[in-house]
């Protein structure tokens, strides 16, 4: 069983910061994608960045790049997204998640564990 817990959400005017924090618990991987997603109301659950977690390859939709960084910690199986310079429309409820199989690693439906999510909002 592997458990994924987010935490870091919270609100802040544009132009601020976050930190987002994953603890992975459980069963490990010898190499696997590790990602965040996020779903804003109304819209589809949509990819914003992954890392591959043995090569530190990492990706990253467009519209956050510069801004973004995604990392891992590998001895404290914690996964982060540093937000900076946040717009409102990355307004979401945030989740990361686990591909132990390297199917994909911005397709949603190739994760199979997920966090319970965290929200982010961004005011105008």
């Known amino acids: 069983q592997v458990q994924l817990v987010e935490s870091g959400g919270g609100s802040v005017q544009a132009g601020g910061s976050l930190r987002l924090s994953c603890a992975a618990s459980?069963?490990?991987?010898?190499?696997?994608?590790m990602g965040w997603f996020r779903q804003a109301p109304g819209k589809e659950r949509e990819f914003v960045a992954a890392?591959?977690?043995?090569?530190?390859?990492?990706y990253y939709r467009e519209s956050v790049k510069g801004r973004f960084t995604i990392s891992g910690d590998n001895a404290k199986n914690t996964l982060y997204l540093q937000m900076n310079s946040l717009k409102p429309e990355d307004t979401a409820v945030y989740f990361c998640?686990?591909?132990?199989?390297?199917?994909?690693?911005?397709?949603?439906?190739?994760?199979?564990?997920w966090g319970r999510g965290t929200q982010v909002t961004v005011s105008s």
């Open positions: 459980g069963r490990s991987f010898s190499n696997y994608y």
């Open positions: 890392i591959s977690w043995s090569g530190g390859d990492t």
């Open positions: 998640a686990a591909d132990p199989e390297l199917v994909s690693n911005s397709d949603f439906s190739a994760y199979d564990y």
